[in-house]
């Protein structure tokens, strides 16, 4: 069973940065590709950023500029680099991981709260 672990999250001000850390159980080169969600009460989940197996990265919109997703050399750890927080960007952070491309994202771990004040 392949085990997820968000760290990282708290509260952070409007512009500040946070960087939040997903270690996986497996090396993640071994998997299609590895992303962070996002989801807040009475929204739907959103995908935030996504990496593949080669490294390529995939940004939501709303993110792009400000948000990067890198993996450690060794696989087992990506991250989620925030900077210029927003309000809006306040939210749970899922970190997840797909075995095959076009299929559903398999593995998710708990989530960590991501607080932004003004």
């Known amino acids: 069973q392949v085990q997820l672990v968000e760290s990282g999250g708290g509260l952070a001000q409007a512009g500040g940065s946070l960087r939040l850390s997903c270690a996986a159980s497996?090396?993640?080169?071994?998997?299609?590709?590895m992303a962070w969600f996002r989801q807040t009460p009475g929204k739907q989940r959103e995908l935030v950023a996504s990496?593949?197996?080669?490294?390529?990265?995939n940004y939501a919109d709303s993110v792009k500029g400000r948000f990067t997703i890198s993996r450690h050399r060794g696989g087992k750890l990506v991250y989620l680099q925030m900077n210029s927080l927003k309000a809006e960007d306040a939210s749970v952070y899922y970190c997840?991981?797909?075995?095959?491309?076009?299929?559903?994202?398999?593995?998710w771990g708990q989530g960590t709260q991501v607080t932004v004040s003004s």
């Open positions: 997840a991981a797909r075995r095959l491309r076009f299929e559903n994202w398999d593995y």
């Open positions: 990496i593949s197996s080669g490294d390529s990265t």
């Open positions: 497996i090396n993640t080169f071994s998997v299609n590709a």
